[in-house]
C-alpha cells in the first residue's frame, strides 16, 4: 500500500499530541518542496504562455522572445514572473566535407559535386555576408546580441576573456556585404583556374548576382536544412537570400526538428545530404570557465563536429585546434594566464576555419505563474538548469510545467546517457530523475557536490616547457581496469601524481528501490575502461563516440583506491589551474544508473537484441538508436 508523506506526517503529528511532554529534535524534510511535478506539451508559444497567465499550467519551459510578449493581455502579464534566460543561442553549422584526394568535390554515387563549403576562405566569408545586427534587430525584434564565439556570447562570464580576438579579426554586428561577396567570389575564381573550365559562371538576369556559379555545366546548389519551428525559419530564409548574393543557389529544405536532426546529425557527411544547417542551442547552466564551450563549438575530438567521431564516416579534422582544446579540456595548462591564452588560440582558429559560425545570443523570457515560489533560477539559462524546478515550490506543493513542440514531436534523441539525450527537451525531463555527482551552481557557475563530496590534495612542480610533474606517490593500493584480462590491476603503482581527490559517496536508493552501493560505481568506472579501449578491429565492446572523451579523461588518472563502502581516493594528473572545485569533478564517476542497467545496454549495443536487431549508443543510420 501507498501512502503520501503528508498523510504519514499527520497521523504522527495526532499520535504525539497525547505523548507525555519531552523534548523532540524536528527531522528536517527531505527531498526538494515539490512532492509532484507534471510535465505536459503546448504545441504553440500562445497557448503556453496563456495557460501559464491563466493557472492551467505553473511554468513554460519555453522562453520565447520579447516580440511574442507584446500581444499578451495585460491581465495575462500581471500573473506572471518573467524569467530572463540569455542562455539560447543560434549558430550555423557547415559540411565541409570533400574527396580525400580533392579539395573541392566529394563524390557521391559515382558523381561528383562541387562543394563550395569544403573552402574554409568562403566558409570564413559568412561571418561577414551575415548581417547578425538584421537579424536581432528584425527577426528577434531586438531581443538578443550579436555572438562570433559559438556557446560564448557577450552574457557569458568568460566572454571578456576572448572579446579580443573578435576585435582582432574585425568582425562587427552589420557585417560586410560586399567584403563577404568579394570574399566567396575570389575563392570561386582560384579554384575555378585549379579545376580547368569546371568550374564556370553562367549569367542568368533573374539571380540576385546575375549570374550562377556551375560546376560541369550545372548550378551548383547547396542544401540548406532550415528549422520552422521558431525564428530561426526567418533566419535561415535570410542567410539564403544572402548566400545566393554571391552566385550559389540555396535549396531551402524547410523542415521540422525531427527530419532535420536525423539529416544533420544522423547521416555521414560524406552522403552530401546537406550543406549548411540552423543550429539551436540552449545552455543549461551558467559556467565561469571555456573549455567545454569552446571544444564543442570547434574541436573534432568532442564529437560534435561533422562526422561526430561516428566511425567510418567522414571526419572533420584539425589537429591545431584539438591541440590547444584538450589542453584546456583536460587540464594540460600550468597557469590560468596558460588557460586564457589556449582558450584564445582556440576561439580565433575555430572562428577562422567556420566549421560552427555563431550568429547571436538570445534574450528571451521564461512565463512563471506568481504562484511558484522559491525558485532558484540560473543567471544564464534560467529554467533552464535543473536547479529551478528542484527548488520550486507551490501551495499545494504540487506543479504542471509544460514543454513546446510546434510538432508534436517532443524528443529528438534517445533516451540514453552515452549517446543520447543530446537536446534540451529530454534534458528537461532527465535532469530532474537522475542525479550527479557535483553540478554548477546557479548563480556562481562554479562546481558544487550534490552526491559526492570532494577533497582535493595538490603537489606538483611545472617544467620550463610548462608541463606539470606530479609528486605524490601512488600505492600499490590505486587500480585501474583491464580489459584484457577484465581485472583490477596497480598498472600505475610507484609513479607520481600531481593530485589527489578523495570522494565521498552520498548514496540512498534507486528508482526501483534497489539501495545503491559502491559496485555502481565500480562497474561505470569499469565501463569506461572496456568502451575506450579497442583491443581488435572487431572489438564490439569498443564506442569511438564514447571513447574520444572517455579515453582522454582517463589518461589523466593514474589509479582508484576503494577504501571504504562510500570512498575513494583517486590519483591523477589533471589539475584545473583556476579552480579546485573544477579539478574535484574531474575525478568524481558518478553512474546515474544501477549497474545491471549499465550492463544490459552494453550487451544490447555489442550482441544486438534477440530478434538479431543491432543497436547503437548514437544516432546511426541503419542501426536502432537505444
Not at 559535386?113 to 569544403?118: C, G, H, L, T, V
Not at 575563392?187 to 546575375?210: C, F, H, Q, V
Request: proline fraction near 5%.
Amino acid at each position: 500500500m501507498y501512502i503520501s508523506r503528508k498523510v504519514l506526517l499527520g497521523v504522527l503529528l495526532v499520535a504525539l499530541l497525547f505523548l507525555p511532554a519531552i523534548q523532540i529534535q524536528a527531522q528536517p524534510v527531505k527531498g526538494p518542496p515539490l512532492d509532484e511535478i507534471k510535465i505536459v506539451v503546448r504545441t504553440s508559444q500562445e497557448t503556453g504562455i496563456g495557460d501559464t497567465a491563466t493557472g492551467k499550467l505553473d511554468a513554460f519551459l519555453w522562453s520565447p522572445p520579447p516580440s511574442v510578449y507584446k500581444g499578451i493581455p495585460e491581465s495575462w502579464l500581471n500573473n506572471l514572473t518573467l524569467i530572463r534566460s540569455s542562455g539560447g543561442s543560434w549558430s550555423i553549422l557547415v559540411n565541409p566535407v570533400h574527396d580525400e584526394n580533392s579539395k573541392y568535390i566529394v563524390t557521391v554515387g559515382g558523381k561528383q559535386y562541387f562543394n563550395p563549403f569544403a573552402i574554409r576562405e568562403i566558409r570564413y566569408a559568412l561571418n561577414f555576408l551575415i548581417n547578425r545586427k538584421y537579424i536581432i534587430d528584425t527577426i528577434l525584434g531586438g531581443g538578443g546580441a550579436p555572438m562570433y564565439i559559438t556557446f560564448v556570447g557577450p552574457s557569458q562570464p568568460g566572454y571578456k576573456m576572448l572579446e579580443d580576438v573578435i576585435t582582432k579579426l574585425g568582425l562587427t554586428p552589420t557585417g560586410d556585404e560586399a567584403k563577404g561577396i568579394g570574399m566567396i567570389n575570389s575563392a570561386m575564381e582560384a579554384a575555378a583556374k585549379e579545376l580547368g573550365g569546371r568550374l564556370t559562371k553562367i549569367p542568368d538576369k533573374n539571380a540576385p548576382a546575375g549570374y550562377w556559379w556551375a560546376f560541369d555545366g550545372q548550378p551548383i546548389t547547396v542544401k540548406f536544412f532550415i528549422r520552422i519551428e521558431d525564428e530561426r525559419h526567418e533566419e535561415g530564409l535570410y542567410i539564403a537570400s544572402q548566400i545566393e548574393k554571391a552566385g550559389i543557389k540555396v535549396d531551402r529544405q524547410e523542415r521540422d526538428r525531427r527530419t532535420c536532426v536525423r539529416t544533420v546529425y544522423g547521416t555521414d557527411p560524406k552522403d552530401y545530404k546537406w550543406s549548411l544547417y540552423t543550429e539551436g542551442w540552449l545552455a543549461m547552466q551558467a559556467y565561469k570557465y571555456v573549455e567545454g564551450s569552446l571544444s564543442q563549438a570547434f574541436a573534432p575530438f568532442l564529437g560534435w563536429m561533422p562526422g561526430e567521431q561516428v566511425e567510418g564516416w567522414w571526419q572533420y579534422t584539425n589537429p591545431e585546434i584539438d591541440k590547444y582544446a584538450m589542453d584546456i579540456y583536460f587540464g594540460r595548462v600550468s597557469s590560468a594566464d596558460q588557460y586564457w591564452s589556449y582558450a584564445r588560440k582556440v576561439a580565433e582558429l575555430g572562428l577562422l576555419d567556420a566549421v560552427r559560425i555563431g550568429i547571436c545570443e538570445q534574450y528571451e523570457y521564461y512565463p512563471v505563474n506568481k504562484r511558484v515560489k522559491n525558485m532558484a533560477w540560473d543567471v544564464v539559462s534560467g529554467l533552464g538548469s535543473r536547479w529551478a524546478l528542484l527548488t520550486a515550490d507551490t501551495p499545494d506543493h504540487k506543479a504542471t510545467v509544460a514543454e513546446f513542440s510546434a510538432q508534436g514531436a517532443l524528443f529528438m534523441s534517445a533516451w540514453n546517457l552515452i549517446g543520447g539525450l543530446q537536446d534540451v527537451y529530454t534534458h528537461y525531463i532527465s535532469d530532474l530523475v537522475v542525479d550527479y555527482g557535483a553540478f554548477l551552481h546557479p548563480v556562481e557557475g562554479d562546481y558544487i557536490p550534490v552526491r559526492v563530496q570532494y577533497a582535493v590534495q595538490k603537489n606538483y612542480d611545472i617544467t620550463p616547457d610548462g608541463k606539470i610533474v606530479g609528486k605524490i606517490f601512488v600505492p600499490s593500493t590505486a587500480l585501474v581496469f583491464d580489459k584484457k584480462t577484465m581485472s583490477w590491476v596497480n598498472a600505475h603503482y610507484g609513479e607520481k601524481a600531481a593530485v589527489k581527490v578523495t570522494l565521498k559517496y552520498l548514496f540512498s536508493n534507486w528508482h526501483n528501490g534497489i539501495p545503491m552501493t559502491m559496485d555502481d560505481v565500480k562497474y561505470w568506472i569499469a565501463f569506461y575502461y572496456i568502451w575506450s579501449t579497442q583491443l581488435s578491429p572487431n572489438d564490439t565492446y569498443y564506442d569511438s563516440y564514447f571513447a574520444s572523451t572517455a579515453a582522454p579523461t582517463l589518461e589523466q588518472i593514474l589509479g582508484f583506491d576503494f577504501v571504504s563502502n562510500d570512498t575513494i581516493v583517486v590519483y591523477g594528473n589533471y589539475v584545473f589551474p583556476i579552480s579546485d572545485n573544477v579539478t574535484g569533478q574531474f575525478y568524481v564517476f558518478w553512474p546515474q544508473l544501477p549497474w545491471e542497467i549499465w550492463e544490459a545496454q552494453a550487451k544490447l549495443v555489442a550482441e544486438g537484441g534477440p530478434s538479431g536487431k543491432k543497436y547503437s549508443f548514437e544516432n546511426v543510420e541503419g542501426v536502432e538508436w537505444l
